[in-house]
């Protein structure tokens, strides 16, 4: 299991991870309505993406609101796709395990 990454084991980075990997920019709001968090809990699990180099936050404005953007970074992207390999890895080896042992 050496593949799994570290920073996908939360399912709450994962989710946004795979929200973002739909996309090439999503807006913080969207992100966290879709992934059902507050704002506190995107926020922290947005940076902890982020210092692990797979999300990148932008700010903004959109006229005079200011605004979030997250984006997949493609190192994020690059480490999603290994996560999720990994995972179908265990499934597979799991699904050669379990008729092996059919009677």
Known sequence: MDGLD???RSSTRLRIAAFLSGC???EFRAVQE???LTAPTLSKHAAALESAGYVEVRKGHVGKTPRTWLTLTD???AALAG???ELQNI???A??????HRA
């Open 6 to 8: 570290e920073a996908f």
């Open 24 to 26: 090439d920019e999503a």
């Open 34 to 36: 879709y992934c059902e």
């Open 75 to 77: 190192n994020g992207r």
């Open 83 to 85: 996560h999720l390999a």
């Open 91 to 93: 499934a597979v080896t």
């Open 95 to 100: 699904a050669r395990h379990g008729n092996d």
